[in-house]
């Protein structure tokens, strides 16, 4: 089995999006995954068409005493999501401190979900430094806009670690184009040699409770991210 994380360099950057879309690629090239919501926010569920009232998930499961593993949702065979769950702040803050002092959870059921997956995905939230503790993953990748608050943000990252993919990348603009070519020479091959375009379709997919690539496939976005999965799979590394 192997993990992918995708965490954003800020918010509102697209990740859960994205996260979504690149597990639904995957499947759709053969491959069994499992895509787990790290972040308090909840939303990656809304993708494949968990109802918003839905409060069930991994982190309400530990709240309550109950079995993390039995709140996975399945979407269709060889594709499920396991949510975060709704969570008071204060409940929150529990599952972080849980998760500092026991570093390795994850570790632990990253290994009872071998034999079941092919992938896990982790959408990781930004400033929970627990919930960020995911086990072993061969691809770690940092979401970016191609935005000046970004590039500021990359300057300041005293050990940026993983590689980096462009999201809501639009060629028309002058700024966005300088700031690939400036990332390209700063970054090398820790920038990926593809990004995912600026496409109002990765929006309307959310409306739609869908990944992109089931609402429109034939979209600008869900090519790319079909790109994207094709480049994860040849980089498929063992865990470490």
């Not at 068409?49 to 109950?66: L, N, Q, T």
């Not at 949702?73 to 396991?82: A, I, N």
């Not at 990332?183 to 739609?208: C, N, T």
Request: charged letters at 20%.
């Amino acid at each position: 089995m192997t993990s992918l994380s995708l965490r954003g360099l800020r918010g509102g950057v697209g990740t859960s999006s994205l996260l979504a879309a690149t597990g639904h690629a995957l499947h759709s090239l053969g491959e069994r995954v499992l895509l787990v919501d790290m972040c308090p926010e909840n939303l990656l569920r809304l993708h494949f068409g968990v109802s918003v009232s839905e409060p069930d998930g991994w982190a309400r499961a530990m709240i309550d005493g109950v079995g993390w593993n039995t709140q996975a949702w399945t979407v269709e065979p060889g594709l499920g999501v396991l949510p975060y769950g709704r969570l008071k702040r204060e409940e929150q803050d529990q599952i972080e401190q849980h998760l500092l002092k026991d570093p390795e959870l994850w570790r632990r059921r990253q290994a009872s979900l071998a034999e079941h997956f092919d992938w896990i995905l982790f959408d990781v939230p930004l400033r929970l430094p627990g919930h960020a503790h995911v086990g072993p993953c061969a691809l770690r990748l940092r979401i970016v806009e191609a935005d000046a608050a970004c590039h500021v943000l990359l300057q300041q990252e005293e050990a940026l670690g993983g590689h980096l993919l462009i999201n809501r990348f639009d060629p028309v603009s002058q700024l966005q184009r300088d700031l690939l070519l400036i990332w390209r020479k700063q970054y090398g091959a820790r920038l990926l040699p593809l990004s995912v375009h600026q496409d109002e379709a990765m929006r309307e997919a959310l409306a739609f409770k869908k990944p992109v690539g089931a609402y429109a496939q034939a979209s600008l976005a869900a090519q790319d991210v079909l790109s994207l999965a094709t480049w994860c799979l040849t980089r498929r590394l063992e865990p470490v």
